[in-house]
């Protein structure tokens, strides 16, 4: 069965600063990854999403994320945080193909100070 | 970019009441709709997944004769809490997947409900 752990429940950054939300996964066969954000009170925005092909993708917002198959890996990065990026992070995966539903990590707090 | 509304937004309600939540997809087709429960501060629970024009596949643990669920057609699929209680309180989020390939899953604003 597929998984994902995102082992940080907060993460803290001044703004202007590089952010990372780590995410890694376990899933048979070759992974769909994906990064959601969650506003309070609001549904799941879909940022990006890793397929195939290029290990890094980029996104909505400035957003990135690379995928690295030998550490199981799929980490969430933006160059230079902005305080509008404090959100509700959630990394979810699926196997190929078919209409399997996501699996979510638990999601990572992310807090950007001024 | 495709659009899941979801209605309503917020819901109060007395004990004993049935209360149905509505999911649709705006601008695309979506074959499967998938529901989900999220307590505070917690991840996305599935509750089931939702085919147009069949039964609703729920997910271990999850009373179907308490969450009832309709997919009659390819832009629409409701839950139905029935007979809810305080312990039914919680935030309720659809999504819909686009047909075809590889399509990420959209979601709905979500519907905060609340049993009194």
């Known amino acids: 069965a597929q998984s994902v752990a995102q082992p940080e429940d907060q993460v803290n950054v001044a703004e202007g600063n590089p952010l990372t939300v780590k995410c890694t996964y376990s899933v048979s066969g070759n992974p769909y990854l994906f990064w959601y954000v969650q506003y309070p009170n609001r549904g799941l925005q879909f940022l990006l999403k890793y397929i195939t092909g290029d290990n890094l993708v980029k996104g909505s917002y400035g957003f990135e994320a690379e995928f690295n198959k030998s550490q199981t890996s799929f980490h969430l990065k933006k160059p230079s945080a902005l305080v509008s990026d404090s959100a509700l992070y959630f990394c979810a995966v699926t196997p190929p193909g078919g209409n399997t539903p996501l699996v979510f990590g638990k999601g990572t707090r992310l807090s950007v100070i001024a | 970019g495709a659009v899941v509304s979801q209605h309503p937004s917020w819901v109060i309600c007395k004990s004993g009441t049935s209360v149905k939540i509505e999911c649709r997809s705006l601008?695309?087709?979506?074959?499967?709709m998938f529901w989900y429960r999220q307590f505070p501060k917690q991840s996305l629970m599935l509750m089931a997944t939702s085919n147009e024009g069949s039964k609703a596949t729920y997910e271990q643990g999850v009373e179907k004769d308490k969450f009832l669920i309709n997919h009659a057609s390819l832009t629409l699929s409701t839950l139905t809490v029935t007979s809810a209680h305080p312990e039914d309180s919680s935030f309720y989020i659809c999504s819909a997947r686009e047909t075809g390939f590889n399509q990420p899953q959209h979601f709905g604003d979500g519907t905060r409900l609340s049993i009194l």
């Open positions: 601008d695309f087709q979506a074959t499967t």
